[in-house]
């Protein structure tokens, strides 16, 4: 065989080879451009707007399983008293309410729920009336956030909204369902010290106080002449009544008072 053909034929023979080798290397993929979706593309006018939504992801509340027990204790200062006395929110009570409220002396009032609601129950009867509850700011004194319940996070609080409810608080800072919010709260603005307050309806506020006051002048007293009053929720069908049960006066004296307040019916307009 002649030289030359004995070398081409040994130059395909490595040619081969070294294409054979080359298929079995790895190949490296393309490369891929991430493109920024619609929602996520800054404006060309100028930078994107800050979310002002806090969205918290919280365990969902739970009521404890209750067990059986002896009827609770009644609240401190309670004197058995005669059955309710039904106060119904008039027309003419209402209005009374109101000016109770923008005078800003009536007496403290402290109502238990957890024996006769639970928390969850007494947060949806609260809700149900218009009641909305948010986390304060104690040391500013200013409401930072509203509370979500059903959907478990923080809202922005809105102003404009809150011409409708009441200006007194109910504190239900030591409430063990609220501090998750509480110190979800305290993570996202940081300062505070935080608590939580709920504020109910001008109507259903006012008629609280509007017929504590008819119940005790039909008496012969007057609220200047107490220092508080005690009462507890209770479930009427589908309505919430507030049973104030007694007060203590500047004598420290406990008074029995016996008032039945459908807070619902006021929340409705309708007389109970």
């Known amino acids: 065989m002649p030289a030359r053909l004995w070398i081409a034929l040994v130059l395909g023979v490595l040619c081969g080879l070294l294409v054979e080798r080359w298929n079995l290397l790895p190949r490296s993929s393309p490369a891929v451009q991430i493109v920024p979706s619609a929602s996520r593309q800054e404006k060309n006018e100028g930078p994107p707007e800050r979310e002002t939504k806090a969205q918290v992801g919280l365990q969902p509340i739970k009521e404890r399983p209750k067990r059986p027990a002896p009827p609770p204790a009644p609240p401190r200062g309670e004197v058995p008293n ?13 209005g009374r309410g109101q000016a109770l409220l923008a005078e800003g002396r009536f007496p403290g009032l402290s109502a238990h729920y957890r024996a006769t609601l639970g928390f ?35 809202l922005p609080v809105d102003l404009r909204s809150l011409a409708y409810l009441s200006p007194r608080s109910r504190d239900l800072s030591e409430e063990p369902a609220l501090q998750p919010f509480v ?17 109910v309806p001008v109507a259903v506020d006012g008629f609280v106080l509007a017929g504590i006051e008819r119940i005790l002048q039909q008496r012969g ?11 507890r929720y209770q479930r009427r069908g589908q309505d919430i009544v507030l049973e104030i049960l007694s007060g203590w006066n500047l004598a420290g004296e406990v008074v029995p008072l016996g008032i039945a307040l459908n807070l619902s019916a006021a929340a409705r307009g309708e007389e109970s």
């Open 183 to 199: 110190r979800v709260a305290q993570e996202t603005y940081g300062g505070g010290p935080f608590g939580v307050v709920l504020l």
């Open 82 to 94: 005669p059955a309710a006395l039904e106060v119904a929110p008039t027309p003419q009570l209402l």
């Open 120 to 154: 969850a129950g007494y947060a949806e009867a609260m809700r149900r009336l218009g009641g909305r509850l948010f986390v304060r700011d104690l040391q500013a004194r200013q409401l930072r956030a509203e509370i979500d319940l059903p959907g478990n996070r923080l």
């Open 221 to 231: 007293f007057t609220p200047d002449g107490f220092v508080s009053f005690e009462g």
